[in-house]
């Protein structure tokens, strides 16, 4: 097993103590730092920030923030508004953006591609069937790079769309709640199709390896909680979550190993813990701070469950002492109690400059032994 695996799998067995895994969420300054001439083209950011080799696979092909379709919606202009355009996206929502500027913003989705039975039917549904060849090819590309990170004892990753995300990316986060009242019958369906495409692709990659990690992109979570109640996630999620985890556990080439489930989301995600742990989550990210979330005071509560994220991006755009106040109060806690991986809890902001990162990278990597 090579050595970023261990390491890796110290922080999902909750270890005391074990060595902080060294990687980030994402970044979204790297274009300024350019800018800046403190990095440039050739600049290994692996190297300059110390993160590890990747001790995960993911295989992909589930989706994340989008559907995964087969094949896109084309991506085209459907209207001139002046100084604005109305594109329709590779998911086949209808997004205003400014003319000629697709990155840097938050655009404005006009309407979403799921509005009724007809829509879902014809226009939906068979871009989720998952026997495509086009699907299996895919697959076929990556399954020696697959069967090589299994070898070498890397956690093998299935990253999916979870459930709200998905109907989210197909109804739209403003007609949903009222769907669910209204078309009860067709958001079941929409959750059946999405059961039947991953748990087929699921079972298509188990015939090489055995998985380790769940991993859901759920941002199902605002700034005071849940999106959708408790109810709503029992009917209409947790049935075809539970389904798909009972499947792979039965396929699994080793049927004593053990299935880490994994929720992302983001907003003040604390009470839909004890929700999702009933269906046995063992992980989740990414602790977002300025909507309540609090690694140090949840992983006291939550012993049980390993946890990625939880410094507030905003504080790294601060002074030293700021910066240094808060990784005092959660870096030993965390190293202490073990499964933790401390990240930024989204990408780094440009408001973050190049001096206060590599600070911050500087006193992570304190626990690097």
Known sequence: MIESAKKLRQIYERKPYAPFFQREFGFFTLEKWKREGKIDEKTNINELFGFDPPGNYDIGQLGWTLAPFEPCFENKVIEDRDDYELVQDESGRHVLFFKGRRNGFMPEYVSHPVKDWKTWIENVKWRLNPETETRKKQFEQIIQKLCEAEKNGMIITERVIGGYMYLRCLIGPQELPLFFYDHPDIVHDCMRTWFELADKIIEMHQKY?????????????YNHGPLISPKMIKEFLFPYYQQLITNIKRRQSWSGKHLYFHIDTDGYAIPVIPLYKELGMDVMSP??????????????KFPDIAMFGGIDKRVLARSIEEIDRHLDRILPAMYKRGGYIPTCDHGVPEEVSFENYMHYRKRILEFNS
């Open 209 to 221: 390896v055995a998985i380790d990690e769940l991993y859901f992109g759920e941002d199902i979570c």
């Open 287 to 300: 602790f977002e701070v300025a909507s309540g979330c609090d690694v140090v005071r949840d992983g006291e």
